[in-house]
T-cell receptor, first 116, second 112 residues
């Protein structure tokens, strides 16, 4: 089925370790997003991309880096994980830029990260 | 980006209509009102969107006030499966598209 795939689904890290979350979409969407969601909280935008080779900061970008080398993939990296980065991470994508406003976001199932 | 204000939580009896409000007093002319919901930590799902006219689909109805400063999502016959967090967000149309931020949303609890 077409959609947004996130890997891994679960990961446990120790403080200071690094890791990369992968988001892949097969819908030829231009725009991609990374959000984090802490318990009982809403979604907070980390970084986003408006096209291949571009990235931009969201609301909470510190401690994260991203890359969009291929249109279908959006990578989220943690260089030195901290317990405060324990969260569920959601990736989303959309065609975007529709004059009619039909810019529906498609979300992945989430990646649950625990930093000890 | 326009900011939205939603009540933190609401209750609804099964079979009754659920009316979820959203204030977006700083909405700009090219911004659409979108609603998503998130069921039990799954990825959010699209429900409905509109610009200035009322909209209806198989899931819900969206009522937007004439001045566009607020809107209401209506689930006409709520079921237990509609228990979720509901998000109202503003999405620019056309070439100004880009950054998309979500607020805290409204936790809707449907009870028997």
């Amino acid at each position: 089925n077409a959609g947004v795939t996130q890997t891994p689904k679960f990961r446990v890290l120790k403080t200071g370790q690094s890791m990369t979350l992968l988001c892949a979409q097969d819908m030829n969407h231009e725009y991609m997003y990374w959000y984090r969601q802490d318990p009982g909280m809403g979604l907070r935008l980390i970084h986003y991309s408006v096209g291949e080779g571009t990235t931009a900061k969201g609301e909470v970008p510190d401690g994260y880096n991203v890359s969009r080398l291929k249109k279908q993939n959006f990578l989220l990296g943690l260089e030195s994980a901290a317990p405060s980065q324990t969260s569920v991470y959601f990736c989303a994508s959309t065609r975007g830029g529709s004059p009619s406003g039909a810019n529906v976001l498609t979300f992945g199932a989430g990646s649950r990260l625990t930093v000890l | 980006d326009a900011k939205t204000t939603q009540p933190p939580s609401m209750d609804c009896a099964e079979g009754r209509a659920a009316n979820l409000p959203c204030n977006h007093s700083t909405i700009s002319g090219n911004e659409y009102v979108y609603w998503y919901r998130q069921i039990h930590s799954q990825g959010p799902q699209y429900i409905i969107h509109g610009l200035k006219n009322n909209e209806t689909n198989e899931m819900a109805s969206l009522i937007i006030t004439e001045d566009r400063k607020s809107s209401t999502l209506i689930l006409p016959h709520a079921t237990l499966r509609d228990t979720a967090v509901y998000y109202c967000i503003m999405v620019p149309g056309g070439t100004s598209y880009g950054k998309l931020t979500f607020g805290q949303g409204t936790i809707l609890t449907v009870h028997p």
